[in-house]
């Protein structure tokens, strides 16, 4: 697509229960990232791929987060048993393996009540 | 621990000011420092740099990279209105292509 697409645009659920967030980067991009932007923080890398496998996982906080991303991508960035403290907006990001910039999408903001 | 500090945390000026944002970094194997502007949610991308002393520019908006003193600084001339949001810094190293973000500066210009 034209741009990196997220959805859905706004999530709230209950606490205990699973999320999953969707990104759909540009066509073309080998990488994707996911960043988690708290209120008035800055972003906090989460995970990235590189085609279908994560190099770097070292952002999840917990092992109640998980991320795939298949056919080098769509990615789900999933939530179990969500916490308050989960609430947050996720950013997807794509880039064509670092050689350029990333572009961001619109984020999911997940509100956990 | 690889480190981006942003300073101010919060700016407010007037329509016509000049602003100067600063980021600094503490980051091993650096390989790029990349400005975005956040109006809503989604960052929009302002500049990448990657070598010392060459300034990027854009519009109102420059920005020039110091590997030796490891800073950057982002310039908005005769701001206006629209300028007001958050801008980031990040850097890339070289070992991953994962970005490190700095708090952000957020910008606020009244008329």
């Known amino acids: 697509g034209a741009g990196v697409s997220q959805s859905p645009s706004n999530k709230v659920t209950e606490k205990g229960k699973d999320v999953e967030l969707r990104c759909d980067p540009i066509?073309?991009?080998?990488?994707l990232y996911w960043y988690r932007q708290s209120l008035g923080q800055g972003l906090e890398f989460l995970i990235y791929?590189?085609?279908?496998?994560?190099?770097?996982k070292s952002g999840l906080p917990s092992d109640r987060f998980s991320a795939e991303r298949t056919g080098g991508s769509v990615s789900t960035l999933t939530i179990q048993r969500t916490q308050q403290e989960d609430s947050a907006v996720y950013l997807c990001?794509?880039?064509?393996?670092?050689?350029?910039?990333?572009?961001f999408g619109s984020g999911t903001r997940l509100t956990v009540v | 621990e690889d480190k981006v500090v942003q300073s101010p945390l919060s700016l407010v000026v007037h329509e016509g000011d000049t602003v100067t944002l600063n980021c600094s970094y503490e980051?091993?194997?650096?390989?790029?420092l990349l400005w975005y502007k956040q109006e809503k949610k989604a960052p929009t991308f302002l500049f990448m740099l990657?070598?010392?002393?060459i300034e990027k520019k854009s519009g109102r908006l420059s920005s020039i990279l110091d590997k030796k003193e490891l800073f950057s600084i982002l310039n908005i001339t005769a701001t206006q209105t629209g300028d007001s949001a958050i801008y980031l810094c990040?850097?890339?190293?070289?070992?991953?292509?994962?970005?490190?973000f700095g708090t952000g500066t957020r910008l606020q210009v009244f008329p």
């Open positions: 990001a794509s880039s064509q393996g670092g050689k350029g910039g990333y572009t």
């Open positions: 990657t070598s010392s002393g």
């Open positions: 980051v091993t194997n650096f390989r790029s």
């Open positions: 066509s073309g991009h080998t990488a």
């Open positions: 791929f590189q085609g279908n496998s994560a190099p770097d």
């Open positions: 990040a850097v890339v190293p070289y070992n991953t292509d994962k970005l490190i």
